[in-house]
Every structure is written in C-alpha cells, then in structure tokens.
C-alpha cells in the first residue's frame, strides 16, 4: 500500500507538486451526485508566489486575482491528470475542484479541502479557518482527489498557531478572533471586494499572506 503513495508522490513531483497528503473521507461527508464510496483522499497543494502575495495589503490586488486563478487552474489540471492515472489502473477517483463554490453565503464548495488536508496530515486549521501547513504557513492552495485506492493514510499534525494572532490583527473584515471565523462579515467583505474594478471574485487575501508557517 505504501508503494502506492511513493509511486503518487513520484507522480506529482514531476509535475511540480511538493505539498502531498494521504488521508480518509471524515464520515458523514456525502457528495450526492456520488453513487461510489470514495473513502479516501489524496490531498496536494501548489505554494502561491511570494513575490505576488507582497503586492497586498488590505486588499486583493490584481496580479493576486490573476495568480489565484492561474493556481486554481494547475491544481484542477493536475488532479484531472491523477484521476486519469488511476482510471487506467481500475481505480475509482474523483477531482473535487479547487475552488468551486456550490454555497455561495456560507463559502463552502463540495467538500472542505481544508478538513481533507488537515486529515491528511498537511497542516492544522488555524484562527482564519485556512489549512495552515508546518512549512508555508497558509501560502499555498489545495485540491482533493477522493478514491478507494488503497493506502495507509497520514498522520494528523499536532500543531496549533501558539502565540500567533497576525489574521486577527490584519483582517480587513474583523471576521477573525479569538473564537473563530465571523463567516458573515468574511462574506460581505468578500462582496465588497469583488465588486472592486478588475477584481469580480470573492478573494481577499490579506490573512493569507501574513501566516508564514515556519520559515
């Protein structure tokens, strides 16, 4: 089983994917339109560009906007290239894109790639409600790919933010305390952004670029 891990990880790193996780489908997860029992996920991350995350400030910027897209667009990419890999072993898979959202208000999409990602041993979730990964803080995007490949799956990191408060400090919404994510003011911030010229999505940003992780 593990040899199907190493050979997955051989996989994406050839296609530029260090950010590699191997978790379970938490229970009471359902996606309707599935009729076959995905009980695992494949979860990988793509890092976002240092250099485009300093251009924000309080605010998306238009080369975050393009840069988020152009991510979102190599994960679904590559997530479709590991299902047809699969496929022609005769393994059942499924990509849940990266970033479609099916709730809009509550900003939920399919299925959270950020529970898939903490199950899967990539990060912990931090006060912004975003996978903060060991290494990269939240500087990266995630995508999933549910199977019944069989693996032995990775460990949950046992992390938290300790003394760390940036999100709160910087976010532009005050949706981040102590006590979680104000999803509501998140969203009309969100709202408020999008309908800034050139922007038209609901991105922001700002809590992303400040966790670092560890480096």
Not at 98 to 106: C, G, K, R
Not at 126 to 152: C, M, N, Q, W
Request: aromatic content about 6%.
């Amino acid at each position: 089983m593990d040899d199907h891990k190493t050979k997955m990880r051989f996989f994406l790193h050839d296609r530029g994917i260090s950010i590699v996780g191997f978790g379970t489908v938490p229970e009471g997860i359902v996606i309707p339109e599935l009729d076959t029992a995905l009980p695992r996920a494949i979860v990988f991350g793509f890092v976002l560009s240092r250099a485009v995350l300093a251009t924000i400030k309080d605010r998306p910027t238009l080369i975050y906007k393009h840069h988020y897209k152009t991510v979102n667009w190599i994960l679904d990419q590559t997530a479709c290239h590991v299902v047809a890999y699969l496929e022609r072993q005769n393994v059942n898979a499924l990509a849940i894109p990266a970033s479609q959202t099916i709730d809009q208000e509550h900003r939920k999409g399919h299925i959270s790639h950020i529970v898939l990602g903490k199950n899967a041993g990539l990060g912990h979730i931090g006060r912004s409600g975003l996978l903060i990964h060991p290494e990269y803080g939240a500087h990266a995007r995630y995508v999933s790919v549910l199977t019944d490949l069989e693996f032995e799956p990775d460990a949950p990191l046992d992390l938290s933010c300790g003394e760390c408060r940036a999100c709160i400090a910087v976010c532009p919404a005050h949706a981040i305390t102590e006590t979680g994510v104000d999803i509501q003011k998140c969203y009309e911030k969100l709202c408020t952004f999008a309908g800034m010229r050139g922007i038209g999505q609901h991105i922001c940003g700002v809590c992303v670029k400040v966790c670092h992780g560890r480096h």
